[in-house]
């Protein structure tokens, strides 16, 4: 028997695999060979070390901590993908009501047009054309609205501006003749 061959019934007697005739060889082998002696007892160490080693336990209620975390890791998963739900269906309702209105604006009068290409009974065609012909008046005056309001109160600035400087003046000034009033008492205290 050869150290290679040595090493292989090694890995067998590790695994409780060996015969009795390959144990009788390897034995032979071993106490012929130093090098192959030092390596199985090596081994055998190691086997008998785990084989007295007890099994560790874990405490009583880590199944629950387990089962718990677990749970709370879902929920916080859950809780994202509901989150990112809501955002997707507002992200898609501002795009919908941006369209609409660019519809109701530039589009109005082509999509007249395809409805009555397409077909779609008059009614219903005039009464669509009808909703976007008010968003887009709606929109046209909400755009005056804020364009006058703009210029109207774009002074109010400025006013606002002129009344915190105010303040903040007076306050300094308050607390400086605070401070004077307050050494000339001690001047006059002093006096006395």
Do not use: W
């Amino acid at each position: 028997m050869n150290c290679k061959q040595s090493c292989d019934y090694m890995m067998k007697y590790l695994d409780s695999e060996l015969s009795d005739s390959e144990h009788a060889q390897l034995i032979h082998h071993i106490n012929k060979c130093d090098n192959c002696c030092a390596e199985f007892q090596q081994y055998n160490s190691i086997k008998k070390a785990l084989e007295e080693d007890e099994e560790i336990e874990p405490p009583e209620n880590f199944e629950i901590k387990v089962m718990n975390k677990i749970k709370a890791i879902e929920n916080s998963a859950k809780l994202i993908k509901e989150k990112r739900l809501v955002i997707l269906y507002f992200v898609a309702s501002i795009i919908f009501s941006l369209g609409i209105i660019i519809c109701s604006v530039f589009l109005k009068d082509y999509i007249l047009e395809f409805m009555k290409y397409v077909g779609v009974p008059t009614g219903i065609t005039y009464t669509i054309y009808g909703i976007l012909s008010n968003i887009g008046y709606m929109l046209m005056v909400l755009i005056r609205l804020i364009y006058c309001f703009n210029s109207m109160y774009s002074e109010t600035y400025y006013v606002f501006l002129g009344l915190f400087v105010i303040a903040a003046m007076s306050k300094i000034y308050g607390n400086n003749e605070v401070k004077c009033k307050k050494d000339e008492s001690v001047d006059v205290l002093q006096n006395e």
